[in-house]
Nanobody, 127 residues
């Protein structure tokens, strides 16, 4: 099974930026989408962004649209989440996940459509 490892989290001030990286043990035709999710303390899991493996089509939650950019490098087996203009409300544990399903657009934000998941990397935005 594909194993995913996130990195790049840290502490930044509001307005700062971070680049999160998700390294996959393999990036084959079996991965149809890659997604980023986050969970803030005491809150539920929130979808952030997804990218379709074939075609680089990207999807974003309204809360991050225009500030975050998702990308992939299949040769390097990496998925990236570039985050700009970070806000305190972006503070959360960020996890990447792989989906083996050929989903409609309406399904990309549903956690149950993704397996496996990485362990996550913490992002803290505070002054």
């Amino acid at each position: 099974q594909v194993q995913l490892v996130e990195s790049g989290g840290g502490s930044v001030q509001p307005g700062g930026s971070l680049l999160l990286t998700c390294a996959a043990s393999e990036y084959t035709y079996s991965i149809k989408f890659m997604g980023w999710f986050r969970q803030a303390p005491g809150k539920g899991l929130e979808w952030v962004s997804s990218i379709k493996s074939d075609g680089d089509i990207t999807y974003y939650a309204d809360s991050v649209k225009g500030r975050f950019t998702v990308s992939q490098d299949k040769a390097k087996k990496m998925v990236y989440l570039q985050m700009y203009s970070l806000k305190p409300e972006d503070t959360a544990l960020y996890s990447c996940a792989a989906s083996p399903y050929d989903m409609f657009d309406s399904g990309v934000n549903i956690p149950n459509n993704y397996n496996p998941w990485g362990q996550g990397t913490q992002v803290t935005v505070s002054s």
